[in-house]
């Protein structure tokens, strides 16, 4: 890529984000516009959104978004601080090194249009490394600074939210798994019987797990019935003693299609009635939320085993009780076992499979070659824009369509691996997509093309940053363009494109629109490891081709300013992991790391270098003991809860008055939403979400 | 080997160790000896003790050696069931297949005791493998079932001897570490603040552990004096108040060589009473022994994180007091981390030297490459004799020199691991031994000579089995050999060799002999490691090479008689860790298993018939499942005992009157015995272990 040509893409996509940035300014407060940019605050203040942003103290984001949203905006403020010290280290130091190398031939200033980005990049130098060799040093040193500080600020987050946190149910609830029955004896007999036993002070009360897959389908098709009813004009009132269906369905014919419908819908709402009223009918799981009258008690019913035999009374974190993902409860031990197995493998097949279409797309490209695939189209692939299309716009459109259905299915196997709560299904899901983008955006593209050739360089590991110097800075012009790219997209996450295009669908075509809309939740799954693909191409370049690092930092900042902005108008939490998906943004950076360290000691190899190689070696074991360090020092503090927090909690509400409330709420906290009797209503209570409508 | 030799080496091996075991039982009863054969039973009944040692029960060995050495037997009886079906499988069937095999062409049976036993190994069959795949899957199948079996029982076993122990202090007691000291404040301050805080209701005492490296060190010099002086004849009175050593000294002259020592022992032993008196010259560890009123609420201590920081307050369970390593708390967390990385590359550079060593004495036994390296030697070796010495012994003895010393070079890389118990640290060294063991006598050997060479068949792992396939069958005859050889070793178990000698010896020169023997204890991490190589052998040969069964079975059978009779009257037990080496026995022979399907894969690969490999390929994943399954449903309850255990027992205990005392002693139970007041006995007492006799 030449000079000229990056500053026009720079350009494009500058003009792009403006236009974004404009258009969501001017509609964001237009009725239409409302649900679709605002739905948590239908009436938004008058000042700029921008300034909102700005202002924004962090306890309002926590208010808004819970410590999750904290989180996400921590990623961007830790990102924004390393790259702007980086991006002073490498555009200010290294650049101007680089430019004044002779490998590539710059003869004067008027020049540099028409040359390639590469006389900015270490491509232009041979001599002299010791700058670049510092800098990694420097870098490292930053970086590791400002994550430690980040995992204790995080940390002393979380521990901080516990403390002021008031009594919430899954402190004080354990889940109770493989529950042995005795021959006769029911789950909740056998419940009841061993906590007695064996925690006799603490036990509070029970609540067993049923087969509830039945109702749950009959629910959803009486849900689908009530929409579609709904969708037709006319809402009809809940079906009740004083108006019987039967009555109020004689005054329209058996013909009348909404007379159908009603009959159809009365007739599932007596079947789900008819099963939630009849416990016989339902089958008890060997799972139970147990409760107990203090937090120290739950966690000792956690770490310590239950029974002598260890496949036996397995207990674990209860979620809370939004959270909990009932139909994993249907699954049996073996089927969680062997599935667990089986998305391991589905998910290394998926990124194989994507590697391979991606090749195939990139094959798209080359018009000679689809010929010859396919003869028969040669007639209709000659004419010029129909080749224009294929090539230029198909390969793309292909991949980005495949794209946006990956983080979905990485939530299917998330979901299959049996865990019991959401959070944890997208916890799961969020550390999928993160392998899944760093292998097919990252080393697929470093491996261009023939990748799976390619993929023989990781058989000899002493070779593996020999390969990597090589293979990776040739790929720098395509990761600057693509980092260029992101500001369009990442403001896009602003003008919410497809869901105001099914907005505004759905409000010309009522059939297929079921319920007001609510806010939507943040998919944390899809959005961290975008963030993270960043971080990782701009510490891996830093050194590289530091030219990448202002589009890089340009990008952190939009998100900020943007997502600040989201995280309090549009989404709604549906869950609150109190934090836990740092460690996931802390991981990813010691191997964005370690992964320069090993591209920067391939490079300096490469360049005939080899002191500065050497002496890079210590600097990718100090970093994973800096690594193993902090999985001591702060990450049990992610997995649980002390002896120290757990008693100071719960002698600071020892005395309180409404704990005896809190108590008796928590016999019934964790209730099979499908055992609740129906209730419908279109208020916009809904539109707040049940975890903070509840705090 | 032809089968001639082999019947030498039988017929030698088989009258050298009926030779010991006659020696061994004419002269077990004989004075000088019985202090070396039974110094824990002096007065041996008269019955032979092949038949004591049949009759004997499993629980005389409880009584004897604890559950580690029922544990120790357990691994000859699991090993004799398995080889005496594997032997009927490999020697019935599958020897006579291959004696009828064509490819060796073995015209008539006067031929035999000419010809290579290849002929009665895989090598001599090409077609028809059939049989032989189906013994891999029978062999697998009942090795699996017998683990399952022995691994249930020990367990069973395991929590039967929790359950009917009497009150233990390790069980009441957490080990605490990383305690945090404010200024000014001292470690026993801080550790009563902290557990009258987080455990009111169930701490009941600590005891703080102090500095004591000088103090060991005096004592040990006092030790050596003592001895000295005893070894003098001269044995003196303990100096005490009525009994200055001054005036005790007035009587002999500074010359007197006894006068002398006297005088140091008596300066020694008033420095060893100034320090153990003077606490305040002592420096506090941030380490402290914290009982607690239950076995429950120890466990409590243990498995909740109990600081909101990670890095403090850290607890683990405590060691039994005898089997506390007190040198290991002088050093700190930052050592113990950095020792362990250390330790880690030390074992494996160990392996590889000795590898090399081991390469290079094979060249010894190449006369021209030694005169080639050592040219001024040439006149020497040319000698006869002294050529037969240098080639056939020599080898043989710097390769046995070296090897004897290396369960004491593991142990001591476990000590610097930082373990607090010797039990710890002999666990981590019979790992350790174990992975040494198989490196280098089993893949070594085949991978002969060129060792490093042949490692890169490792690279490529989808060569692997076919690799071993040619490798592993050549070192056939080589390890029957090995295995009829080893009949020798295991019975001068029985005669103690260097036991004797080194007693023998003591009599005659007294001045280096320090106390009466008391009776040593057995070092499970030299000798587990050595019987489990005979397992892996035996199974990874069992298909290629069936001759070697009936050899490995009698090694068993030895073994479990000698053993029998060892471990209840030479060995004393020193610790008893509830049978925590199974884990290690059975994770062993799961490795044993999976190497005899990957060779088993390659043979079938090798003689054409790759149906037969296809078929065995899930065999291995079978048994890894096996083995997570049975990690799942065991391995918990040799890591800590459960709540169902831990409140059944305590309840059990509760309104027991001992417990008062119990209680008081438990306070003193912790003390290091560097500040004990020095006491000197040598009755014969001391003889039955410290464990046994508190039990």
Redo the contacts between chains.
């Keep these: 890529m030449i000079v000229s040509a990056l500053a026009t893409a720079v350009g494009v996509n500058l003009g792009l984000t403006v236009l974004l940035v404009s258009a969501y300014s001017l509609l964001r407060r237009r009725p239409p516009f409302v649900s679709v940019y605002a739905p948590r605050r239908p009436y938004a203040p008058l000042e700029s959104w921008l300034a909102a942003a700005w202002r924004r103290s962090e306890d309002d984001i926590h208010a808004a978004a819970g410590l999750d949203g904290v989180v996400f905006v921590r990623i961007f403020v830790f990102s924004i601080r390393l790259f702007a010290v980086v991006a002073v280290v490498g555009v200010g130091v290294l650049m101007p090194i680089n430019f004044m190398g002779d490998q590539l031939q710059l003869i004067d200033f008027t020049d540099l249009p028409s040359k390639s980005v590469d006389v900015l990049s270490i491509s232009n130098v041979q001599d002299g490394l010791w700058l670049h060799f510092s800098a990694v040093y420097i870098i490292t040193g930053v970086a590791c600074y400002l994550l430690y500080y980040e995992y204790r600020y995080i940390s002393g987050k979380r ?1 901080e939210y516990f403390m002021t946190s008031k009594p919430l149910p899954q402190y004080f609830t354990v889940l109770v798994r493989a529950i042995p029955i005795t021959d006769g004896g029911s789950v909740s007999d056998a419940v009841d019987k061993f906590f007695k ?3 006799s002070s603490t036990y509070l009360s029970h609540t067993v797990v049923h087969q509830t897959g039945k109702l749950r389908r009959l629910l959803n098709e009486t849900e689908i019935m009530w929409t579609k009813l709904k969708n037709l004009k006319y809402v009809p009132q809940r079906p009740s003693a004083d108006n019987p269906p039967k009555k109020f369905l004689g005054l329209f014919g058996r013909n009348n299609p909404i007379g159908k419908y009603q009959k159809r819908l009365a007739d599932l709402e007596e079947n789900v009635r008819m099963e939630q009223s009849d416990a016989t009918r339902r089958q008890e799981i060997p799972a139970a939320f147990v409760s107990f009258k203090s937090r ?1 008690a739950s ?3 956690i ?9 036996e009374w397995q207990t674990e974190h209860a979620p809370d009780p939004h959270d909990v993902y009932w139909p994993s409860f249907s699954t049996s031990f073996m089927e969680r076992w062997i599935s667990k197995f089986v998305v391991f493998v589905a998910s290394v097949l998926l990124i194989i499979v994507f590697l391979l279409v991606v090749g195939f797309i990139q094959g798209l490209t080359y018009m000679e070659q689809l010929e010859a695939w396919l003869p028969f189209l040669r007639n209709i692939l000659e004419i010029a824009i129909v080749s224009q299309l294929v090539t230029g716009y198909l390969p793309s459109v292909i991949l980005h369509f495949l794209s946006s259905y990956v983080p979905s299915i990485m939530k299917l196997f998330s979901t299959m691996q049996g865990f019991v709560s959401v959070s944890g299904i997208e916890r799961s899901a969020c550390n999928k997509m993160l392998r899944f983008t760093i292998w097919t955006v990252f080393f697929a593209n470093v491996l261009t093309g023939s990748a799976l050739n390619q993929l023989n360089i990781f ?2 590991p002493k070779k593996i940053p020999e390969r990597l110097a090589v293979v990776v800075p040739a790929q720098a012009s395509f990761f600057i363009a693509y980092v260029v790219t992101s500001w369009t997209s990442i403001t896009s996450e602003l003008t919410q494109t497809s869901a105001l295009l099914y907005h505004l669908w759905g409000s010309c075509a009522k059939c297929c629109k079921r319920e007001d809309s609510e806010a939507p939740s943040m998919h944390y799954h899809s959005e961290i490891p975008r963030i993270l693909l960043f971080g990782l191409l701009g510490l891996t370049y830093s050194i590289v081709a530091p030219l990448i690092l202002p589009f890089v930092l340009t990008y952190f900042c939009l998100g900020y300013f943007i997502f600040r902005n989201q995280l309090c108008n549009v989404y709604a939490p549906k869950y609150d992991t109190g934090g836990r998906f740092w460690p996931i943004v802390h991981n990813a950076t010691i191997f964005s790391l370690v992964l320069m360290h090993l591209i920067s000691i391939g490079v300096f190899g490469v360049k005939e270098f080899p002191l500065g190689s050497s002496l890079l070696v210590p600097l990718p074991i100090l970093t994973l003991l800096f690594y193993a360090y902090c999985g ?6 992610f997995e ?8 100071n909690k719960d002698i600071q509400e020892q005395s309180k008055p409404e704990m005896a409330e809190f108590f008796s709420s928590l016999e019934t906290a964790y209730c099979d939403p499908a055992l609740k009797p129906i209730q419908r209503s279109s208020n916009s209570d809904e539109r707040t979400s049940p975890l903070l409508s509840s705090v």
Tied chains: 1, 2.
Excluded at 304 to 311: A, G
Excluded at 632 to 637: D, E, K, S, T, W
Excluded at 640 to 647: C, D, I, K, N
């Design positions: 521990l036993e064996y925690h120290y966690a000792n019913a770490y310590i085993r239950q029974s002598d035999n260890p496949t058989v000899d001591n020092r702060f990450y049990p503090i649980a809860y002390s002896t120290e927090s757990l008693v």
